[in-house]
């Protein structure tokens, strides 16, 4: 990375800080996602007393779509939080190329430039 795109050692110190308070966020939304969805399946005939079975339905769905989106991402975080113990934080997993700073503000797990994870989906 050339010095004009090197990013600030404060600059690293913060983002560290929000990957692991995002990581302990997405966590405990998992784990309370996953201890709901427990909770409904060992109880279902009791929740059924308190609601429909296309609400519990439509809420296992949610939980579901949000456990496919949450388990990426964490694997994100925790590369993101590998990179800058390596010293290697802002450079594309793929190419080795420079992410923009601001990329990395508005998402800080990011491991690729936008053009390698827009090609990458």
């Known amino acids: 990375m050339s010095d004009k795109n090197a990013l600030s050692k404060e600059f690293i110190a913060a983002q560290k800080k929000r990957l692991e308070a995002l990581k302990a966020d997405l966590q405990g939304a998992e784990n309370a996602a ?60 793929k190419s080795g190329k420079a992410i923009p700073k601001n990329r990395l503000e508005a998402s800080p797990e990011a491991v690729l430039t936008v053009e390698e994870a827009a090609a990458k989906e």
């Open 34 to 93: 996953l201890s709901e969805m427990n909770d409904r399946q060992a109880n279902g005939a009791e929740a059924s007393q308190y609601e429909d079975a296309a609400q519990a339905m439509d809420r296992k769905e949610v939980l579901q779509a949000k456990h496919e989106v949450d388990l990426p991402r964490l694997a994100n975080i925790d590369r993101a939080l590998k990179k800058i113990e390596l010293g290697t934080y802002g450079l594309s997993d």
